[in-house]
């Protein structure tokens, strides 16, 4: 099992930055392909990136992609997203997940944490 806490939401102007945080318990979170999701009113739960157990080679959506930087910290179990440039199309819940090294899914969420991006 392993349990995911999101931080570091809240409201921002566009064009500005925040970095979401999520810190995962247990001793094997370096097994684990770290992803961050989000979620809109109305609208479906979307990919925003995640990042392998290595580090190396994270994917982006293509609406993120040279505007968010996900990284990882193997040593503190925690995930990181850099959101720059924040656009009002970014808000929305954000959860971050783990997926184990055997799933094809992902397979631990964390309870989200809100982006409110104003115009």
């Known amino acids: 099992q392993v349990q995911l806490v999101e931080s570091g939401g809240g409201l921002v102007q566009a064009g500005g930055s925040l970095r979401l945080s999520c810190v995962a318990s247990?001793?094997?979170?370096?097994?684990?392909?770290m992803g961050w999701f989000r979620q809109a009113p109305g609208k479906e739960r979307e990919f925003v990136a995640e990042?392998?157990?290595?580090?190396?080679?994270?994917r982006y959506a293509d609406s993120v992609k040279g505007r968010f930087t996900i990284s990882r910290d193997n040593a503190k179990n925690t995930v990181y997203l850099q959101m720059n440039s924040l656009k009002p199309e970014d808000m929305a819940v954000y959860y971050c997940?783990?997926?184990?090294?055997?799933?094809?899914?992902?397979?631990?969420w964390g309870q989200g944490t809100q982006v409110t991006v104003s115009s």
């Open positions: 997940a783990a997926q184990g090294s055997m799933s094809i899914r992902y397979d631990y």
């Open positions: 247990g001793r094997t979170f370096s097994r684990y392909n």
């Open positions: 990042i392998p157990r290595s580090g190396s080679k994270p």
